[in-house]
């Protein structure tokens, strides 16, 4: 039968928690706002599986270009292309740089 190849595929490390820090979101998560225009930085936040965005994307920058309910759309550059993502807030942090 051959291997699944399925949305968590290879992603034991990168969507798992600190031993100490396994909690679910914080509540200021959901009152913060970005505006359009605005750089983030997308992390995954792996207790929250609703609006997660594939692996590939976890560490990337994006722009935000709207927003569609409470998610917001993220563009980002993927090698020379450019990706659009509709992700939840509880994975994205602001980015400064």
Sequence with gaps: ???????RYKSRDVLTKPKGSRQGPNPE??????????????KINPAVHKGMPHRRYHGKIGEILGKRGRAYVVGVRLGNK??????????LSSWGG
């Excluded at 039968?1 to 949305?7: A, N």
């Excluded at 998560?29 to 997308?42: H, M, P, Q, T």
């Design 1 to 7: 039968m051959p291997k699944s190849k399925g949305f």
């Design 29 to 42: 998560i959901y009152l913060r706002e970005f505006k359009v225009g605005d750089k983030v930085a997308i």
């Design 82 to 91: 450019q990706k659009i993502l509709t992700i939840l807030p509880d994975h």
